[in-house]
C-alpha cells in the first residue's frame, strides 16, 4: 500500500482524516492511507501530534506505507477505522523555518564558492550542515550569516513543483549533495525553488517566503576532515 503524504504539497496542513489500513499491535503503529505527518528522512526528524486522540512519538516511511507509533494506553484503531490527526504545529513550523534556511545557507554557499553539501542534520530551530571545502575561507562564519540573512530578509518566494525523475537527474543543479540520496523507486521528484537563488530536489516542509524564517545566528565551525567543513546554526526571531 502506498500513503497519500499531504505535507509534499501542502507543508501548512494542520489536521486531516485518514483511513487506517493496517495495524501493528506489537509496535503501537498504524499505517493510514493519507497522512500530513511527516516521516524521518533527509536530515529532517519527524513530526508529533495526535492520531485519534493518541500522542504520535514517531513516524517512519516503510516502502510507500507511513506508520505512525501511538503511545498512551488507550487501545489502538483498527484496520479499517476512520480517524483524525492533528500536527503539533509549533515543531512542525519551526522545522519548516529551519529547513528553509539551510536551503538558503545551500543556495549561498553554492552560489558564492560552488561547494556540494556532504551531510547534514536538523531539529527544531537548531541544525548543521557540512560541505566539501578544504579549508573555510578566511573569516567564513561572519561572512556566510551576512549573506545568508539578507537573502532571508529579501523576502524570497519558495515554490514546490513536480518533475518527471529522468528531467530532474538530467539537471545537476538539482543534486546538491555529494551523492544524490533519492532511492531508483521515485519516478517522481519533488522540487523546492527558492526563487532566484536555490533549486534542489527535496521532500521535506517549508515555509512559504524566506522572511517567514526569521534569521541564523552561525554557532560555529569546524573542520570534520580533508574535504567536509561543518557549519552550525540556530534560526532565531528578527
Request: aromatic share 6%; proline share 4%.
Amino acid at each position: 500500500m502506498t500513503t497519500d503524504q499531504l505535507f509534499l504539497r501542502d507543508a501548512y496542513l494542520r489536521d486531516f482524516d485518514a483511513a487506517v489500513v493496517d495495524v501493528d499491535t506489537e509496535g503501537r503503529r498504524v499505517a493510514l492511507d493519507r497522512t500530513a505527518f511527516y516521516p524521518t528522512g533527509g536530515g529532517q526528524p519527524h513530526d508529533t501530534g495526535t492520531v485519534a486522540n493518541l500522542p504520535v512519538t514517531d513516524v517512519r516511511k516503510d516502502g510507500g506505507a507511513v506508520w505512525h507509533t501511538l503511545g498512551g494506553d488507550d487501545a489502538l484503531p483498527s484496520a479499517g477505522d476512520s480517524v483524525h490527526g492533528e500536527i503539533d504545529w509549533g515543531r512542525r513550523h519551526a522545522l519548516m523555518r529551519t529547513h528553509t534556511a539551510l536551503h538558503v545557507l545551500c543556495g549561498v554557499i553554492w552560489n558564492e564558492w560552488g561547494k556540494a553539501v556532504t551531510g547534514g542534520n536538523m531539529e527544531p530551530l537548531s541544525a548543521r550542515m557540512d560541505f566539501e571545502f578544504d579549508p573555510l575561507p578566511e573569516g567564513f562564519g561572519p561572512t556566510v550569516e551576512e549573506r545568508v540573512n539578507a537573502e532571508l530578509a529579501a523576502a524570497r518566494t519558495v515554490e514546490v513543483s513536480f518533475l518527471p525523475r529522468g528531467t530532474a537527474l538530467a539537471d545537476s543543479d538539482l543534486i546538491r549533495t555529494k551523492v544524490s540520496l533519492i532511492p531508483e523507486s521515485v519516478r517522481e521528484i519533488r522540487v523546492v525553488d527558492i526563487v532566484g537563488l536555490d533549486r534542489q530536489a527535496d521532500g521535506g516542509t517549508h515555509v512559504r517566503s524566506t522572511d517567514e524564517v526569521g534569521r541564523i545566528v552561525v554557532v560555529k565551525t569546524e573542520s570534520k576532515g580533508k574535504g567536509n567543513k561543518r557549519i552550525r546554526l540556530r534560526v532565531v526571531d528578527r
